[in-house]
């Protein structure tokens, strides 16, 4: 299959590859917090039922999986565990971030023992807002991924290679050494 | 035990005054009466070693001495048949440093007074653990405190009385750095094992607040020429406003 | 009870699938239909730019330290005729940063001249972080989906506080 | 249904031995790690355990994985700010835990809330109760292998999270209570929509019955299994439902009455089994009378102003109180000092799920590896509410 990598791929085909790969996620339930009983009811709730958007939600293993929402708090004691099973995943590979606590540090962006964002991590292509946010917005953020898988080129994520969807200075409004304390 | 003059001096007044100070109802006796009979078994088991008590907002807050902090688990275990442990923890009563860079007046991190003062039933010096037990069947609880050195701290441990302890002595090793004498393992419990440091105690900085400016400065440029100031400025009265 | 142990549990249970045959689904196709949260729900944060007047009062109760609110003075015509000409405050920059904000509430709150309202849109995912930080633009741009006040239950007093 | 240690010892010792004979590998334990992340540990719970065969000699429970530093965040934060924080330890049951917080805060100030709040407080508290139990009725046939009641739970839990919205402005967080009351009287309609939502609790916990009560595999799965004797469990510090299901007939409702329990009849269930049943069958009963509290106070509740009159800004004179509460994980309490500032100068938080859980190396000892996750499961714990 190296004509993925070297995206060498025809047009139509990689639009029904893409179109095929974004109903067929396998996700990798990374619930931490609050946000990871939203996690579950818009995954088991019948009024949200996710299963209808192509999310599959039970991987038998990080190895299976498409795609990790990282729905809670990261603590520094967690975050390796969260590292190495992303390691674990395979290419081509996707993360939500779900809620404030995820994307930022939220409430807690102050606490000496909680990581101040998910992205510090590992590289996040959706961030949802709100704390916790509702099973409808997590909804609209897979929905979200699903537009972006539908328009993406296939070789540099087949490749492995992380692509940088938000800037580098993602955390600009802090200053450098508060994102440097923080993952101290 | 490294004895302070001021708390030396009032104990025989037998813990009227820093209740008084405490209360906003002055009126309250130090005592309820409810309390009376729970008070003289305790004082019947542990005689000179109970220090101070006092009743506070409808408990009962005995202090005690520290070597006899593992007596008065058991008294209160015994005699007032409080099988039920709710909690063991401590508290630093001296004050924060001020970080850099702080705002007095932020309303987003209140300053604390920095002056030094204990609460209910006084303190010896900067470190007390306390415990509140419980009898379920009586339907009353005792709030026991003592008093920890500060160069060296340590206490009995009560892992042999309440099963329940350990888990409570290791986080108040792990935050304040409180050493429980007999406990079988004093290891982290919350925090990762490389972690350095007691976050509870009040010399413990949150290092993110310090170096993130704080947002709430007025950021509000003047007129280029300075004119006008005098003329209803209606920041100011807005402040003023909402801020009072 | 003695008659529901000895039917066969397979046509109890099939009895059970049919009966749901026949109910209304629960479910809400969410991209297609949406159900519309409550009035009070706090989604996010719309800003009213005439009535601010930069007393950095959320900014300053924040308890994430999310606001950043920047201004400067100008002057405005006299509140009266023939009155002096007022030094007003105007503002530059009104940033909510959505990223870090915990839903609590307390700017809308204490704002204390109603430029700041709840809506319960709750749509504004974004693949970049820094999109998340919303301006005054974006933030005004939301005034259009903030609800009417409701009113209250029998026995309440005064008005709702609610904004 | 008592077991003493020695018993318990006893009994690991004979199976021990029965092991010996059957396969002679008694010495190599084998040392398993369940967690953090793992489906059946209800978040980030990490369980160690030394396995004989399938049976658990020693466990050890690693907790601290949410560990945020709620102690140490409360000291640099103002009391409006506390309340929204505090929140977030027991997020399914938010509402209830504001309510020990806003208590002392009003004690140590002497400020009394006006009926109507104490009412409004009671209901919300009672919902945010059922809301969780509905999620624990769920969760607890999910363990035991039966799907459908996670999809109930869910369902009817979202009837509730609606009606907490509602008057709220939050599903999770509703951050309602302030000093001295409420932040604002519920919208119209809400008391009818209650009452309609109230009737399809006591019709879903009528089909937990059905579904889970009669089912040979729930009952093998839990009855007799995991069983914490009332003194050991009060040793431990366990609380609440647990406690209850253990025969101690302890609910500070009843025994340290708060809010407008006094004014309501309810009854306290207890069940003498101990075991992981008696702890789901005592929940059960609790959602019920939770919603029977409800109807009640909606029935008598009076009509007034929601606020007393308390400065805009909240200074709490110096002082210290000790308030805890029935939370429907356990007893909740906050050991709040002030030392007169905008904020507090010292928060103990006593959360319940920490002293549940921490009953575990006990509890553990002796059982089968899959009756370990129907004992987590049953002992129904928040790990935002062990960790804080």
């Not at chain 1, 990374?30 to 088991?44: N, R, Y």
């Not at chain 4, 029977?292 to 200074?315: C, E, F, H, N, Q």
Request: proline content about 8%.
């Amino acid at each position: 299959m190296g004509l993925v990598e070297q995206g060498k791929i025809p047009k139509p085909l990689t639009w029904l590859m893409n179109y095929s790969r974004k109903y067929s996620l396998w996700m990798y339930q990374w619930g931490l917090a609050c946000c990871a009983i939203e996690m579950g009811a818009a995954l088991a709730s019948p009024r949200y039922d996710m299963m209808r958007l192509g999310v599959i939600p039970f991987p038998a293993s990080p190895r299976q999986a498409d795609l990790i929402v990282v729905s809670g708090t990261l603590t520094d004691k967690m975050a390796p565990a969260l590292k190495r099973l992303y390691e674990q995943m395979p290419d081509p590979k996707y993360v939500i971030s779900m809620g404030s606590c995820a994307n930022c540090g939220g409430p807690y962006w102050d606490s000496y023992s909680v990581t101040k964002g998910v992205d510090q991590i590992i590289p996040v292509d959706v961030y949802i807002p709100g704390c916790p946010p509702r099973p409808e917005a997590l909804l609209q953020g897979v929905v979200l991924l699903q537009e972006r898988i539908q328009n993406e080129e296939m070789g540099p994520r087949w490749r492995g290679e992380p692509i940088i969807v938000g800037q580098p200075g993602a955390h600009d409004h802090l200053p450098e050494t508060a994102v440097a304390v923080s993952s101290a | 035990m490294p004895d302070d003059d001021l708390t030396d001096a009032e104990e025989p007044a037998a813990a009227e005054e820093p209740a008084a100070a405490d209360e906003p109802a002055a009126e309250e006796p130090a005592i309820l009466p409810e309390h009376v009979g729970m008070l003289a078994k305790l004082q019947a088991d542990l005689g000179d070693a109970l220090v101070e008590a006092v009743s506070n907002h409808g408990d009962l807050v005995v202090r005690v001495r520290n070597d006899a902090w593992h007596a008065a688990a058991l008294a209160a275990r015994s005699r007032l048949d409080c099988e039920y442990l709710s909690f063991i923890s401590g508290i630093d009563w001296t004050s924060r440093p001020d970080p850099p860079n702080w705002d007095p007046d932020a309303p987003s991190s209140p300053v604390q007074p920095k002056e030094v003062t204990y609460g209910a039933a006084g303190s010896d010096g900067r470190f007390q653990v306390f415990a509140v037990v419980e009898s379920t069947d009586d339907k009353i609880q005792v709030i026991l405190k003592t008093d920890v050195d500060e160069a060296d701290p340590h206490v009995a441990s009560w892992t042999d009385v309440y099963p329940g302890a350990d888990w409570h002595e290791r986080e108040c090793w792990e935050m304040f750095g409180v050493r429980f004498d007999g406990h079988p393992s004093l290891r982290h419990i919350y925090l990762p094992g490389e972690f350095e440091g007691h976050p509870l105690r009040k010399d413990f900085p949150l290092l993110s607040r310090e170096v993130k400016p704080w947002p709430g400065l007025v950021d509000v440029e003047a007129m280029p020429g300075g004119a006008g100031e005098e003329a209803g400025d209606e920041t100011a009265e807005a402040v003023a406003e909402g801020g009072e | 009870m003695p008659l529901q142990i000895k039917t066969p549990g397979l046509i109890k249970g099939l009895g059970v699938t049919l009966r749901h045959l026949f109910k209304p689904a629960v479910t809400v196709q969410y991209p297609h239909e949406r159900e519309d949260p409550p009035q009070r729900a706090r989604g996010v944060i719309a800003l009213k730019e005439e009535n601010c007047t930069v007393c950095m009062l959320c900014a300053r109760e924040c308890p994430d330290w999310c606001i950043y609110i920047e201004g400067h003075k100008v002057k405005a015509p006299p509140r009266r005729a023939g009155g002096k000409p007022r030094t007003v405050s105007a503002l530059d920059r009104f940033d909510i940063d959505y990223a870090l904000c915990m839903y609590c509430g307390i700017c809308v709150e204490v704002c204390p001249f109603d430029a700041l309202f709840w809506t319960p849109e709750y749509e504004y995912s974004e693949p970049n972080i820094a999109d998340l930080l919303h301006d005054k633009g974006k933030l005004g741009a939301w005034m259009e989906t903030v609800p009417e006040p409701q009113p209250l239950e029998v026995g309440a007093e005064g008005p709702s506080k609610w904004r | 249904m008592a077991v003493t240690e020695q018993q318990q010892q006893a009994f690991i010792g004979k199976h021990l031995a029965e092991a010996q004979v059957a396969v002679e590998l008694q010495d190599e334990d084998m040392v398993l790690n369940i967690g953090p992340q793992h489906p059946a540990t209800h978040g980030t719970l990490r369980v160690v355990v030394k396995l004989d065969g399938e049976r658990v000699v020693a466990a050890d429970p690693v907790i601290g994985y949410m560990h945020r530093g709620y102690e140490k965040l409360t000291e640099y934060r103002s009391y409006p700010q506390v309340t929204t924080l505090i929140n977030r330890i027991d997020w399914l049951s938010s509402f209830a835990n504001e309510v020990p917080f806003i208590h002392a805060g009003e004690q140590i100030m002497g400020i009394e809330a006006p009926p109507r709040a104490v009412y409004i407080r009671t209901v919300l508290t009672e919902l945010s109760r059922i809301a969780t139990f509905l999620l624990f009725l769920g969760e607890m046939g999910a363990q035991v292998g039966a799907i459908t009641p996670v999809f109930y739970g869910f369902r009817d839990r979202e009837y509730v999270l609606n009606l907490i919205e509602a008057a709220t402005g939050g599903r999770f967080h509703p951050n309602f209570n302030r000093i001295g009351g409420l932040k604002d009287d519920v919208p119209a309609g809400w008391i009818a929509e209650t009452r309609r939502m109230m009737d399809k609790v006591f019709e879903s916990c009528d089909t937990f019955e059905n579904l889970l009560e009669g089912n040979e595999i729930f009952l093998a799965r839990t009855k007799g299994i995991g069983i914490i004797p009332g003194d050991v469990g009060k040793g431990y510090g366990v609380s609440g439902s647990n406690l209850r299901a253990s025969g101690v007939d302890w609910d500070l409702r009843r025994d340290a009455p708060y809010l407008a329990y006094p004014e309501v009849d309810f009854k306290v269930w207890t069940h003498p089994g101990g075991d992981s049943w008696s702890r789901y069958w005592v929940r059960l009963q609790e959602t019920r009378e939770a919603a029977r509290i409800v109807v009640d106070l909606l029935d008598r509740l009076p009509s007034g102003p929601v606020m007393a009159k308390v400065p805009r800004i909240i200074k709490v004179p110096p002082g210290e109180s000790w308030v805890r509460v029935e939370n429907p994980l356990g007893e909740m309490g906050y050991y709040v000092v002030s030392k007169g500032a905008t904020g507090p100068f010292r928060v103990k938080i006593r959360s319940a799920s920490f002293s549940n859980v921490s009953i575990l190396p006990w509890l553990l000892k002796g059982v089968y590896v899959p009756d370990l996750i129907t004992i987590l499961a049953s002992l129904y714990f928040i790990l935002g509410d062990i960790d804080r």
